[in-house]
């Protein structure tokens, strides 16, 4: 009985919903953002907020769709934005995640290279020798010195 349980829990792990599963038809969408069904075809048009498609062609909304919908109608009716300007800032607003996004791939990834470079250097300094003198400078003199072979006769 347990293991069917564990298999059933790791059955149903494959189907989770996230904010970005395509799960509600335009009417439930529609309702949900409080506009009307043909408002959301007109914005699918325009490319401001495109859901997925069926197999049949029937469009899907995300709660992340719905969401986009709903700051697509606060700005056009509190801001005044034409939707020309909306899509742009849409376009700008991912562009700027998808920047953040790489800023933090670089950073993890340079963090990792420093790691593995201290690391690198930790192992160094333990191969030194440690039956070898350091070397001390000598002081410099203004002394002269000449050399001559010894002639041979």
Do not use: C, F
């Amino acid at each position: 009985m347990d293991g069917r349980r564990r298999q059933y829990s790791s059955v149903n792990r494959a189907y989770e919903l996230t904010e970005e599963s395509p799960v509600y038809v335009i009417s439930v969408a529609a309702q949900l953002s409080g506009l009307h069904p043909q408002t959301l075809r007109q914005y699918d048009r325009l490319g401001l907020v495109s859901p997925d498609r069926t197999a049949g062609r029937g469009r899907r909304y995300s709660a992340r769709d719905i969401e986009l919908l709903r700051t697509v109608q606060q700005l056009s009716q509190d801001e005044g934005i034409n939707l020309a300007g909306i899509k742009r800032i849409i376009e700008l607003e991912n562009q700027v995640a998808a920047l953040q996004q790489r800023v933090a791939e670089l950073s993890a990834a340079v963090e990792g290279a420093a790691a593995a470079m201290q690391q690198r250097e930790a192992q160094v300094h333990a191969s030194y020798r440690r039956d070898l003198v350091p070397y001390q400078d000598v002081q410099q003199t203004s002394a002269l010195v000449v050399w001559r072979p010894k002639r041979s006769e």
